[in-house]
Every structure is written in structure tokens, then in C-alpha cells.
């Protein structure tokens, strides 16, 4: 790397791991998948008579599929029940030796003969060796599936490190576990480091643009700046026994109490009842007709509420297929876990987060309902000592973002990716459409045919066409960015000319990065272990002399140590000044709709990142085989040995377009919620 001098500098960070360490036994490799994973009630230890039973042997193999020379476990054969053929020089013969009497004459008796043997490829041939006998040299790790949302979020509380402690173990392994004064290269090239972290100057933005505490990261929000103007019918559904319908019924109440106090109309037909998971389908067809009774469908909407277990993603996706895309209705799933802090949290005590965890859902809410939560003035009009931005009324705002398959997932091949698109002139309502990659890269294909009817989107809501687009992309490599932006906004242009005779508006390409290593620390850390403010830019010192970049602090970090995001601008027609494209980029960060403070990347990012999880699980529910007389979805398989390299190509690309289709609203047909339901 390069600084903005032209000095290098060598960038070091902490990276937290889930894997076993490498040159790992096998066998302590099973004996921590067994204990650690919760395999047996207790802790097991092996011994000489120990077995491992089939389930067991394939569960093992499967997380063996990484490694490079192990195939698999062969559950009929132990080093007790399988021969080597050998040959008695002696006697001139060949003899069968049994494997544990084999490793026994050579002075390396086996301690667990028991245990099955693994398939281990050798060049051409195949041999089956005892597990104690071999080593990983690759990266197994345990977390064969994701892991569960519970863990997910306990985890980064659990690898959080303030910003003292994260600055002083950086420091330290810098200058002294690297030893690089020790290492011989270095030595020879006579290269020198110096171990002080480089110093750069920042400026704050964080209390010019709105009343905002800088401790907190919080501004104002008494209000929705708008809500529906239609009465709320609340249909609470309980689907776990994990949850008492008593307390289902008290988070009801509360729930409400905090819409009414927002400036929502609650109705008093609310309902509640208890349903199996095969019944959730015929619950929602319930309401809707209960509603179409009522005869108030202009005066009146729906709002499901659905309790579910804190591990059931399948039902999730189902909740959410069913409701986005077949019945166009709002739903709002509350877990076990969110229900458990409601009554773990004592009110007369934490008062703030007894308040906070109804104040979130009611945002979610609001926004799904059509309604906008906060506005942040882009023209910069109220601000004289700002620079004076350019009038963003007609600017369209897209964020894009590509999410590829984890371990398991029924996508496989694929890569889906998101383009959301601002509808409104704050910035504050977008429409949105999923693409399938076929070959799991970040360049989104489609893009064109999808631009083209998000471009028809806004004109029917505005009346006209932007004057202005910027595009902020997330999940950019550098070595991706500018083929990405490239072909992106060569498919924009174009979808441009297909909907309309008018000039092309300026464009602006972001690339958003999140995954980096660099950390800023403030010069006071170690006397007050705070971060930086929320607001902070950095645009000297530590960015790029090569490109037009820089690092953004937007989040206030209330754990751990806060992580910048990285703004490259690979384009910009705008001739956007450097803090005209920090300000726009802040201000963006402060309408995320799911929050009351700025977020750490701009809101359409991380709406596009959102439309892509929630396409998962909603696709991830409609893979499986005994839903795909309803979904009209198949399986995605592997390519079959019967199959033609252009076979399998053409099978894959239609079942790309079909995954499309089912997952994207027909625009053609009116839209039945009126906001953003993915959220």
C-alpha cells in the first residue's frame, strides 16, 4: 500500500478465526466436534474400545470434505478387521497382516483400534489409514452450516475489543511479536519499519447537519415524519410453544401502545390466536378475508404479527414468501429471543432498552406501512457555513449489492444479487429487483432489462426522469471495481435510452468497502478509550495517491472498535468537490429507516444488502422438495454425467431466469403494501 505522500506502509490488523489450528491430529480434530458441538451429553473421551457409529461416521466425512487427500470413512472397517497384503522376504510369500498388528511389529501401536478407517487418495492409488495416524493440513473447521441467529449475534460481542485494547495489541504485535528486525529478507533489502502508526488529520461532520449527540450518535426522532393515514388491524399469530400466550398477548399490548403513541390509528378488532406451522398459509388467507368482510380496504389495512422459535429460518421464509410475494401483505416476525428480553429487561431500571425494543419494531413497521421515519435536508439550504450541495430533488439514489452461497445453501452455483432505487425526492422510498447470477461473480448480470423497470418506476412516481444518478456498490474487490462499474454503467446507459429520447443525466459510481483492516484511533485512546465521533471523514494522510477515496466514520460504536468504511469514487460526472461527496455520503447514512442514528455505509447499500438476504430465505423455503408443487422451484443440481457442457449451461440459465421471476413482483400488476417490505 501507499500513502497519499507516496511513502509505503504496511497495513495490520486483528482477524478473529473459527478454525481448528492447522497440523491438527484427526482424532483431537473428532473429539472437539463431538464436545464442542454438543454431539454427546457429556464430554467423551476416546479409549481403546471406542466406536463411532454411521450417523456419526457421515457427519465426520462431511466436515472432512475440505481436506485435499481425504475422501471418506469407511464405516465396516477398522485397523482390527482389515488386512495389508505384504511380502516375507524370508519365506518368499505373501502374507495378509492385520492393520493394527502392522503398525504394532513396526513400534507404533495403535490406541483406538476401534475407530473406522479414512480413504485417503495417494496418486492413483487408494489407501485406508488409521484416523490417529493422520494430520490436517488444510482448514477444517467444526461450523459445517451457519450458524444460528442467537450465535450470530453473540458472537461479535464476544470478539469485541474497545479501542484501547484493540490499539495497544495492534501496537504490540507490531513491534514486538513480528520480530521483523530478526527477518533475513528485510535484512537484505535493507528495508526498515517503523513501527508508529501513521498520524492523519479528519474533520467531523457529525453536529453541522443535525442536532445530534456525539456520544451517542443519536439525533431527535419524537415523531414519524409521516405514517399511514389508515387504521391498523393487528392479527397476532403464535407458531412456537416456546412462547406462552400470555406473553405473547402482554408484547401485543405494548406494541400497540408504543404505535399509538407514534400518531398511529390502532384499530380494536385486533385478533390473536395459536397456529401449527402447516396452518400459516391459511391464516393469512384467514385475514385477508376477514378484511375483505369489513369492506374498509381503503380505511383499513393488515399488519400479521407472527411469534416464532429463535432457530426456525425455514418458517421465516416461509412467513416472508408468502406474505412479499403471493399476498402482498405487511408481516412482522417477533423471535423467542426478542420476546425473552422484553421480560428479562426491568422498565424501573432499563427503562432506555425496555423503550428501545418496541421503538425498533415500530420503525420496521412504519416504513412497511409507507410511511418515513426521518428526512435529512440534502440542498444544504439551513446551512451557510456548509458547502452548497446541488439540488438532489430529482437525483436518483441506487445501491447494489451481491450476496454469494454459504456452506449448504440451496443456491449453490448462484449469486444473488440486489438493485434498489429511490423513488422519493428525500430519498426515503425505493422500489427494488433481484438478479441471478449464474457463474458467482460481483459483476450483476441483467442489469439492463432490471434498471430499465426501476427507471419506469420512478418516472410513474415522480413524472419525470432524474437529473442526476449515483450509484453506491457494495462487495467490490479493488481488482473488481472498475470492470463492475464498467459494465454497470454501460447497462445503465443503455436502459436509459430504451425508456426515454432524453439526454443521459451525470453519474456517480461509489464503491462502499467494509471488509479492510485499517482502524483510526483518537489521539486521547489510551486516556479515554473512545472512538472517533460519529460523522468522522478522513481524506489525507492514509488514502490513496492513485484514486479518489476516503474513509468515513458515520456510526457511533457504543462496543468495540469501529470499523471506517472505505469510499472509492470510480466515476463522477457530477464533478462532485470532495465535501460535497462526504456530505451527500453522511446524510445518507442518517436515513437507514431501521435505526434513529447514522449507520456505518449509506442507506441504499444497505437496503440492496437487505433485499438480498431476505430473497435467501425466501428462496431457501421454496428450494425444498416438498414445496415445489407450490413454488413451481426445483432443486438447483450439479451438473449430471448425461449432460452436455452447453446442456448444463443452458439448463442452469433458464433455471437462473425462472429463480428470477419468482422472486421479483410482477410490475406490471399493482402494488397491494404500500412500503418497503423487506425491510
Not at 425508456?499 to 489510551?526: A, E, G, L, N, W
Request: contains cysteine.
Amino acid at each position: 500500500m501507499q500513502l497519499e505522500d507516496g511513502d509505503p506502509v504496511m497495513n495490520v490488523g486483528e482477524v478473529n478465526k473459527f478454525f481448528d489450528s492447522l497440523n491438527l491430529n484427526l482424532l483431537d480434530f473428532y473429539e472437539a466436534i463431538i464436545n464442542k458441538m454438543g454431539k454427546a451429553p457429556e464430554k467423551v473421551t476416546l479409549t481403546k474400545n471406542s466406536v463411532m457409529k454411521p450417523a456419526g461416521v457421515a457427519d465426520f466425512t462431511e466436515r472432512l470434505s475440505g481436506l485435499k487427500f481425504v475422501r471418506a470413512m469407511q464405516v465396516s472397517q477398522c485397523a482390527e478387521n482389515y488386512y495389508l497384503v505384504t511380502f516375507n522376504k524370508a519365506q518368499k510369500r505373501k502374507e495378509d497382516v492385520r492393520l493394527d498388528v502392522w503398525y504394532e511389529n513396526r513400534g507404533r501401536p495403535l490406541k483406538y483400534p476401534k475407530l473406522p478407517l479414512c480413504e485417503v487418495n495417494s496418486g492413483r492409488y487408494t489407501d485406508y489409514l488409521p484416523m490417529e495416524m493422520l494430520f490436517t493440513c488444510g482448514k477444517p473447521t467444526p461450523f459445517t452450516t451457519r450458524l444460528d441467529p442467537i450465535a450470530r449475534m453473540e458472537i461479535p460481542t464476544l470478539l469485541s475489543r474497545t479501542p484501547k485494547d484493540h490499539y495497544r495489541l495492534t501496537t504490540e504485535f507490531v513491534s514486538k511479536d513480528m520480530e521483523y528486525e530478526k527477518d533475513p529478507f528485510m535484512n537484505a533489502m535493507d528495508v526498515k519499519l517503523d513501527t508508529q502508526m501513521v498520524e492523519c488529520s479528519s474533520r467531523d461532520n457529525s453536529g453541522e447537519m443535525v442536532d445530534m449527540n456525539n456520544e451517542t450518535g443519536e439525533f431527535p426522532l419524537s415523531r414519524a415524519y409521516q405514517t399511514t393515514d389508515k387504521e391498523l388491524i393487528f392479527v397476532a399469530c403464535n407458531v412456537t410453544n416456546a412462547i406462552n400466550d400470555d406473553t405473547a398477548k402482554a408484547f401485543c399490548r405494548k406494541l400497540v401502545d408504543k404505535c399509538k403513541s407514534r400518531g398511529m390509528r390502532v384499530s380494536t378488532h385486533n385478533q390473536y390466536d395459536k397456529v401449527n406451522k402447516s396452518g400459516v398459509q391459511k391464516y393469512i388467507e384467514k385475514g385477508l378475508q376477514f378484511l375483505e368482510n369489513r369492506k374498509r380496504r381503503d380505511t383499513e389495512i393488515l399488519v400479521f404479527l407472527f411469534f416464532v422459535g429463535n432457530k426456525d429460518e425455514l418458517l421465516y421464509g416461509e412467513i416472508k414468501m408468502l406474505s412479499d410475494l403471493n399476498h402482498g401483505v405487511v408481516t412482522q416476525v417477533i423471535t423467542e429471543h426478542t420476546v425473552a428480553r422484553m421480560i428479562s429487561t426491568d422498565p424501573d431500571k432499563d427503562l432506555y432498552d425496555y423503550k428501545s425494543m418496541f421503538h425498533h419494531i415500530w420503525l420496521k413497521l412504519n416504513v412497511k406501512l409507507g410511511g418515513v421515519n426521518q428526512i435529512v435536508d440534502f440542498t444544504g439550504a439551513n446551512e451557510p457555513d456548509l458547502p452548497q450541495l446541488p439540488s438532489h430533488e430529482r437525483t436518483m439514489f441506487i445501491g447494489i449489492d451481491a450476496i454469494h452461497p454459504s456452506p449448504n445453501s440451496p443456491i449453490r452455483s448462484f449469486t444473488l444479487a440486489a438493485i434498489v432505487a429511490s423513488l422519493d425526492r428525500n430519498a426515503t422510498k425505493y422500489a427494488d429487483r433481484i438478479m441471478v447470477n449464474v457463474n458467482c461473480n460481483e459483476t450483476v448480470q441483467h442489469f439492463e432489462d432490471h434498471f430499465a423497470l426501476l427507471l419506469k418506476e420512478y418516472h410513474g412516481e415522480r413524472g419525470h426522469f432524474p437529473d442526476r444518478v449515483v450509484i453506491l456498490r457494495d462487495g467490490v474487490s479493488d481488482s473488481e471495481m472498475i470492470v463492475a462499474a464498467s459494465r454497470e454503467l454501460q447497462s445503465i446507459k443503455s436502459a436509459w435510452k430504451r425508456c426515454t429520447d432524453v439526454k443521459p443525466p451525470p453519474f456517480t459510481y461509489i464503491v462502499v468497502q467494509k471488509r479492510h483492516r485499517t482502524r483510526f484511533y483518537r489521539s486521547d485512546v489510551m486516556e479515554n478509550n473512545a472512538n472517533p465521533f460519529p460523522g468522522t471523514v478522513v481524506t489525507q494522510g492514509a488514502v490513496s495517491p492513485h484514486k479518489f477515496d476516503f474513509y468515513m466514520i458515520s456510526h457511533s460504536t457504543p462496543q468495540g472498535t469501529s470499523r471506517p468504511a472505505h469510499y472509492t469514487v470510480v466515476m463522477d460526472e457530477s464533478a462532485f468537490s470532495t465535501d460535497e461527496i462526504t456530505e451527500m455520503c453522511f446524510r445518507l447514512c442518517c436515513l437507514y429507516a431501521r435505526c434513529s442514528k447514522p449507520v456505518s455505509i449509506p442507506a441504499p447499500v444497505y437496503y440492496a444488502h437487505l433485499k438480498c438476504k431476505r430473497a435467501a430465505v425466501q428462496f431457501q423455503f421454496a428450494a425444498r422438495p416438498e414445496n415445489w408443487s407450490k413454488t413451481r422451484q426445483e432443486e438447483i443440481r450439479d451438473k449430471e454425467k448425461t449432460e452436455t457442457d452447453q446442456t448444463y449451461k443452458e439448463r442452469v440459465a433458464k433455471q437462473a431466469l425462472s429463480i428470477e421471476k419468482f422472486l421479483n413482483r410482477d410490475f406490471t400488476k399493482p402494488k397491494i403494501y404500500p412500503g418497503m417490505a423487506w425491510l
